[in-house]
């Protein structure tokens, strides 16, 4: 009989972690919850009378409520991490290869409780439960609008251990996010180090430096310049659905690799040449491959609010572990075991944020690793490619 060597043996664990994930994925069935709140003091001394948001669990929660993994989600998702809502939908929770019965991280063991942010992109979503500029002020009887306070990272944190606290939680086993969510779950471990013992993060950042500030910018540009967008004021009237059709533009081709973006191009559907006859006719047509990625974000735009996305945008900018002073004193109150996993080519949340973070935790004597994801889909590597890193995951939060 022929023995199977160690990386063998790796790649027969991570095929039948796969095989059984397929298996298991479509008896996964979940169901939206909501948590309210009154009287919601912000990290920057602002109140919010009244906030409601969605969130949804996986597995059972054991007698010692000790089994808790949190999932902190990226920038344009919702807490809907694994799972369908019903048998018929057609598309599963965003990372639903990594989470469920025999997964990599098993609800058969696990806990798994993921939470809507404030401010949620998918505000006209009816799967997604949020409060934010477009929420009603129960002062005006109007939606915010601006009048909605500037929201943090720290912000969703404190919203998501609120709702832990309503389920009598007092401590996780871990959590784990992707981007926007990277920097939720290590802001988790630096605010509550004693919540939090194992901390993943996933194509991340520990704070947001010049660059990544800059680069978010962009995002919010297309909106503000809209004529539609009123300073903020355009409920009631038309929305600037312009810009943020431009905004979601930019931000699924930053998701990108130009590897990855060229590969549609090449696609029958598009067949991308730089003499397409319409734009050398006419200056105002748009190219096949401007037109494929301005479908993809009509169809985002149509649940999406554009005041959402700016004070999303700006509490990425605002990201420093810890919300404090700087970065160092940030990590140096984290006790969690860490795991960073960036994408190498990664050109939004680039790889050398996860390595700084990494080395400075490791110069600070704690506990820290980073793996890089290796697929061709850049900052997307972390949603799709994450099965490549489904052993490596169930390997940390199980130690």
């Given at each position: ?75 344009s ?22 989470i ?36 009603i ?93 009123r ?22 081709q930053?998701?990108?690799?130009p ?14 040449n730089?003499?397409e ?6 200056i ?20 999406s ?44 949340l ?11 935790l ?8 980073l793996?890089k ?13 994450i ?13």
């Amino acid at each position: 009989m022929t023995q199977l060597k160690p990386h063998h043996l790796k790649y027969f664990t991570v095929c039948l972690i796969l095989i059984f994930s397929s298996i298991a994925s479509a008896e996964l069935l979940v169901a939206k919850q909501k948590f309210e709140t009154e009287n919601f003091n912000t990290f920057n001394g602002k109140t919010i009378k009244k906030v409601q948001v969605g969130w949804e669990s996986y597995g059972q929660l054991n007698p010692q409520k000790d089994n808790v993994i949190l999932v902190t989600h990226y920038f344009s998702a919702s807490s809907h991490a694994a799972g369908k809502y019903t048998k018929d939908d057609p598309q599963a929770g965003y990372w639903d290869a990594l989470i469920g019965p025999g997964k990599a991280i098993d609800t058969n063991r696990f806990f798994v409780i993921s939470v809507d942010s404030l401010a949620n992109l998918g505000a006209y979503d009816p799967n997604v439960i949020t409060t934010g500029p477009a929420t009603i002020n129960p002062d005006t009887g109007k939606p915010y609008g601006l009048d909605f306070p500037v929201v943090t990272i720290r912000d969703f944190v404190n919203i998501q251990k609120l709702v832990l606290e309503s389920l009598g939680i007092e401590k996780l086993h871990g959590v784990i996010g992707a981007s926007m969510g990277s920097m939720q779950a290590i802001d988790w471990a630096s605010a509550y180090p004693d919540w939090v013992p194992r901390m993943v993060s996933i194509i991340g950042s520990a704070q947001s430096d010049a660059w990544t500030t800059s680069l978010l910018e962009r995002w919010a540009i297309p909106i503000r310049l809209d004529p539609n967008w009123r300073n903020g004021n355009y409920y009631g009237h038309t929305p600037p659905t312009e810009g943020l059709i431009a905004a979601l533009m930019f931000i699924t081709q930053d998701a990108l690799t130009p590897m990855a973006f060229n590969q549609v191009g090449q696609t029958a559907s598009v067949n991308h040449n730089p003499l397409e006859l319409d734009p050398l006719q006419s200056i105002t047509a748009r190219y096949s491959i401007t037109n494929w990625l301005r479908e993809r974000a009509q169809q985002r735009a149509k649940l999406s609010d554009a005041n959402h996305l700016l004070y999303l945008t700006r509490a990425s900018q605002l990201f420093i572990t810890g919300h404090g002073a700087n970065l160092t004193s940030g990590l140096q109150t984290i006790q969690a075991k860490t795991l960073f996993i960036p994408s190498g080519n990664d050109l939004l949340l680039m790889p050398y944020l996860s390595q700084e973070a990494n080395q400075a935790l490791l110069d600070l004597g704690k506990v820290s690793q980073l793996e890089k994801l290796t697929g061709d889909s850049g900052h997307l590597n972390g949603v799709s490619g994450i099965s490549e890193k489904a052993l490596k995951i169930k390997e940390f939060i199980e130690q």
